[in-house]
């Protein structure tokens, strides 16, 4: 891995985002043994930048007390005091472990064991050929039990001298004969080895401060991070459109009662219309009819009384014709 | 309550599984098994290592795979005081049905012994030379492998023929840091 790992870690990034458990932490990642994610009273005081000149009235406010000033030495104090802490996991690991070698100095020393691809994980960048990660036993270490690494960038031939896939000092070598040997002294070194190697890198890192990497991407190495991102993307796509199927179904479910209820409103409506018409038309039909009689009835009556009349009239003109005549005659 | 059957302590231990299970390799390793455990031992008195021993020189070969390609022969060899120690002549093949596959290295190569170990045993190394992963696995594809190599110590001495068993080893490894 060379010096521009940063941007390659943050084009890694776009595997994951939203609310992914796999999401890069934007800006800085935090480490939880790094200055920058140490409590605020841990924090270093020192100002990186010069102060914009004040007002007098302004900087008089801004002079600091008594209580600000010890304040603010706890926190140089407590600052120095953390760092010193944890010097051996960052620090202490680059000055044990030493320069660098190439891999030309690697070829001439057989005390170097290449590690599998798997073994190697936390130190490959996930880009191009894969990393190569030699370790070497210390016989200075504390009971000989530490080891100097160097690893090599797949792609450049190069050893990483810098940045989250470095080489690290191991204060606990993992046994020779790896997680079968199952003999007192193998199981101390692979214990010891998680204990004061591995579980720290998962914490703190490899570099203090933002190296770049999250807790998650560094239990499980940047490849399988970035697999499992992919994954969960999948998975969340998948709920997604099954989801989204469930959805279309009940709307189409519901489109479906709601067709079937208004069918048979509808039926139902055209049948009380129908026989609302029939029962218009019998009443019409009927009342017609009684109309028609009535009406009948009163020309038959109409024409009975005219005729009546006409006879009476025509028998009253006859009347007084005859009346009439007798007197004149 | 233990710590195992606390919320955390049973979320460690799931971590610790997923991780060691997810981040499993198996590595193989070509070893010649009496010699191997001289670099731990630091003792050279050990009846097994007589048959490897010329002139006080125990020889002890290193099968060192340097890429995921390629794999490099190497001779160490171990000695209580300074000795200048030559090699010709190697080769490796394969055993059973694969006795017909061999790889030469014809070259000579000189070194003298003297580097220290932790406990002051003196060793010099001599690189035989360098074979392909793939050859290796397919000459010992039945577990084992055959090296011959001719030394001398003292440029008067007359070589002497040495035979060492290379057997195949698999072991379980997991991710490191």
């Keep these: 891995m060379g010096p521009d790992y940063r941007p390659d870690l943050q084009r890694d990034h776009g595997v994951a985002h939203g609310l992914s458990p796999f999401a890069q932490a934007q800006g800085a990642a935090p480490s939880l043994w790094s200055a920058h994610s140490?409590?605020?009273?841990?924090?270093?005081?020192?100002?990186?930048?010069?102060?914009?000149?004040?007002?007098?009235?302004?900087?008089?406010?801004?002079?600091?007390?008594?209580?600000?000033?010890?304040?603010?030495g706890a926190k140089g104090l407590g600052s120095k005091g953390y760092h010193g802490l944890t010097d051996w996991a960052f620090e202490g690991r680059d000055r044990n472990n030493g320069r660098a070698?190439?891999?030309?100095?690697?070829?001439?020393?057989?005390?170097?064991?290449?590690?599998?691809?798997?073994?190697?994980?936390?130190?490959?960048?996930?880009?191009?050929?894969?990393e190569?990660?030699?370790?070497?036993?210390?016989?200075?270490?504390?009971?000989?039990?530490?080891?100097?690494?160097?690893?090599?960038?797949?792609?450049?031939?190069?050893?990483?001298?810098?940045?989250?896939?470095?080489?690290?000092?191991?204060?606990?070598?993992?046994?020779?004969?790896?997680?079968g040997d199952l003999s007192l002294g193998g199981i101390g070194r692979n214990l010891g080895h998680l204990a004061l190697d591995v579980i720290p890198y998962w914490f703190g890192g490899t570099v203090r401060g933002d190296e770049g990497t999250n807790f998650a991407q560094r239990v499980l190495g940047p490849e399988t991070y970035k697999k499992a991102g992919a994954a969960w993307d999948g998975a969340k796509n998948w709920v997604g459109d099954k989801a989204s199927g469930i959805g279309h179904a009940v709307g189409d479910a519901w489109d479906g009662t709601k067709d079937w209820v208004g069918d048979k409103a509808s039926g139902i409506g055209h049948a009380v219309g129908d026989a609302w018409d029939g029962t218009k038309n019998w009443v019409g039909n009927k009342a017609s009819s009684v109309g028609h009689a009535a009406g009948d009835a009163w020309d038959g009556a109409k024409n009975w009384a005219g005729n009546k009349a006409s006879s009476i009239g025509k028998g009253i003109s006859a009347g007084w014709r005859g009346l009439t005549g007798w007197m004149g005659g | 309550?233990?710590?195992?059957?606390?919320?955390?302590?049973?979320?460690?231990?799931?971590?610790?599984?997923?991780?060691a299970g997810c981040n499993q390799d198996t590595r193989i390793e070509y070893q010649h098994n009496p010699t191997v455990h001289i670099e731990s031992d630091h003792t050279l008195s050990r009846p097994e290592l007589t048959p490897f021993t010329v002139?006080?020189?125990?020889?002890?070969?290193?099968?060192r795979m340097l890429t995921p390609q390629s794999t490099q022969v190497w001779l160490k060899l171990w000695t209580t005081s300074g000795k200048t120690v030559s090699a010709r002549a190697a080769h490796l093949s394969g055993t059973g049905a694969q006795s017909a596959q061999s790889q030469q290295f014809p070259a000579e190569h000189t070194t003298t012994t003297e580097k220290k170990d932790a406990k002051g045993v003196?060793?010099?190394l001599i690189l035989l030379g360098e074979l392909g992963n793939d050859v290796l696995a397919s000459l010992a594809s039945d577990g084992s492998a055959k090296l011959m190599v001719e030394i001398r110590v003292s440029p008067a001495a007359e070589y002497r023929s040495l035979s060492f068993d290379i057997t195949r080893h698999k072991t379980k490894q997991w991710a490191t840091h």
């Design chain 1, 38 to 72: 140490a409590p605020a009273f841990f924090a270093n005081p020192t100002p990186t930048l010069a102060p914009a000149p004040v007002p007098a009235a302004a900087a008089q406010a801004q002079t600091p007390g008594l209580l600000s000033s010890l304040w603010d």
């Design chain 1, 101 to 130: 070698p190439t891999q030309a100095e690697i070829d001439q020393d057989p005390s170097w064991r290449l590690m599998g691809p798997k073994e190697t994980i936390y130190h490959d960048n996930n880009r191009g050929a894969a």
């Design chain 1, 132 to 179: 190569r990660k030699y370790v070497r036993d210390d016989p200075n270490s504390f009971l000989g039990l530490g080891g100097t690494e160097a690893v090599i960038d797949g792609d450049t031939g190069r050893p990483m001298e810098a940045g989250p896939y470095q080489a690290t000092y191991n204060y606990v070598n993992p046994a020779k004969g790896g997680m």
């Design chain 2, 1 to 19: 309550m233990s710590f195992a059957n606390t919320r955390i302590g049973k979320w460690a231990a799931s971590l610790l599984v997923m991780v």
């Design chain 2, 55 to 63: 002139d006080g020189v125990v020889v002890a070969p290193i099968f």
């Design chain 2, 122 to 124: 003196q060793y010099g």
